[in-house]
């Protein structure tokens, strides 16, 4: 079954740091194109990032530009989101999404579950 | 950045009625890489439609998207109980790929 599910949210203080993981399964991890979308609370989809499937290329959000910084790991079949500085805007469900063809110009197949960022005092 | 707008915001409407759904950008979406999710309370959006108009693996063909340039349509033409949902579109032709702000479809 292909899967994604991602882990590492919680509850975190303003100006704290957090490093939120998934793991894929199912598939062939390296030949594919990986993203983090967020939704806050009643809100709508926001895209965050995207990385090629071999590191190359990433792509940020221009207004989390700085604070966010994604990575993979292909012989773990992992990806990351590195976030620093968090504020109270940041308090979201984070999704992880496969691009479904070419890198940056592909919808998003398959998603995880999502992890739960709250950030607060 | 390629602004979305989806429209109406709700959409009410009774089992077995069809439903229309638009989403028009502030440019046009080049190659029609217009997309369409679904997503249902406590779950991930999944994927209905891609290319305006290909329907994903598994989605039923109630679902069906059209349009080009600047105005789409997500259209479900009959509706099911299990098709209550908030649905979004999103751009991938021109980075960042961005969403629009979704419809939700609520039973009458």
């Known amino acids: 079954e292909v899967q994604l599910v991602e882990s590492g949210g919680g509850l975190v203080k303003p100006g704290g740091s957090l490093r939120l993981s998934c793991a894929a399964s199912?598939?062939?991890?390296?030949?594919?194109?990986m993203n983090w979308v967020r939704q806050a609370p009643g809100k709508g989809l926001e895209w965050v990032s995207s990385?090629?499937?071999?590191?190359?290329?990433?792509y940020y959000a221009d207004s989390l530009k700085g604070r966010f910084t994604i990575s993979r790991d292909n012989t773990k079949n992992a990806l990351y989101l590195q976030i620093n500085s968090l504020r109270a805007e940041d308090t979201a469900v984070y999704y992880c999404?496969?691009?479904?063809?070419?890198?940056?110009?592909?919808?998003?197949?398959?998603w995880g579950q999502g992890t739960m960022v709250t950030v607060s005092s | 950045e390629i602004v979305l707008t989806q429209s109406p915001g709700t959409l009410s409407l009774s089992p077995g009625e069809r439903a229309t759904l638009s989403c028009r950008a502030s440019?046009?979406?080049?190659?029609?890489?217009l997309a369409w999710y679904q997503q249902k309370p406590g779950q991930a959006p999944r994927l209905l439609i891609y290319?305006?108009?290909s329907r994903a693996t598994g989605i039923p063909d109630r679902f069906s998207g059209s349009g080009s340039g600047t105005d789409f349509t997500l259209t479900i033409s009959r509706l099911e109980p299990e098709d209550f949902a908030v649905y979004y579109c999103?751009?991938?032709?021109?980075?960042?790929?961005?969403f629009g702000q979704g419809t939700k479809v609520e039973i009458k």
């Open positions: 999103q751009q991938y032709g021109s980075s960042p790929r961005t």
């Open positions: 999404a496969r691009d479904r063809g070419t890198f940056n110009e592909s919808p998003f197949d398959i």
């Open positions: 290319g305006a108009s």
């Open positions: 199912g598939f062939t991890f390296i030949s594919y194109a």
């Open positions: 440019q046009s979406i080049s190659s029609s890489y």
């Open positions: 990385i090629s499937s071999g590191s190359h290329f990433s």
